[in-house]
């Protein structure tokens, strides 16, 4: 869930791409606004905090919505705006916009060298391979899946999924609501 703080952290790069967009500079804009140079340049770089003071006069200098600025999504598109999430080296960009029920991601797995390390949750989960090839480690198996190969599974069998080191991969992630609980490590206990 977006929280205010996260979706205020969001104006100050979104004023600067519609600036740098239409090339304006920060004393064009100050003229037109009527706001100082360095409220605009602080504003911007997230030093200072947005207000509609600030943002109305910039909205109506640049021609667009207030909700371009803040980042709202038009009422009644159905475009999924998610911001990519980085977690473990991995990029994950949401595809479904409630939590709970069935969840999607498009999930980029960087090349590397990781080693397995299987872990359980309750939940079903679908991987997709998009591009390049993501080898997946599940119980006492261990397959690589290409690009539009697919695997689904238990996700109480221990599992892992990542680079085969051979390149990035691309990958759809789909999991039932119960997929969101932590992962338990599923390694015996040592005797």
Known sequence: MTTPDDVLAGVGPRLRQVRKEREVTLAALSEATGI???????????????????LLPIARAHQVPLDELVGAPPV??????????????????????????????????????????????????????????????????????????????????PHWFGSTGEGPAEFLSLFGPQGERMHVRARPAQA
């Open 36 to 54: 100082s140079v360095s409220t605009l340049s602080r504003l911007e770089s997230g030093l200072r905090r947005p207000s509609l003071e600030l």
């Open 76 to 157: 009644g598109d159905p475009r999924v705006r998610a911001r990519p999430v980085v977690r473990h080296g991995r990029t994950h960009w949401p595809l479904t916009r409630q939590a709970g029920g069935l969840q999607a991601f498009k999930v980029l797995e960087p090349q590397s060298r990781e080693e397995p390390d299987p872990r359980t949750h309750e939940g079903y989960e679908w991987l997709y391979v998009l591009s390049g090839r993501l080898r997946l480690v599940l119980g006492e198996h261990d397959v690589v899946l290409s690009a539009g190969e697919a695997a689904e599974f238990d996700t109480r069998v």
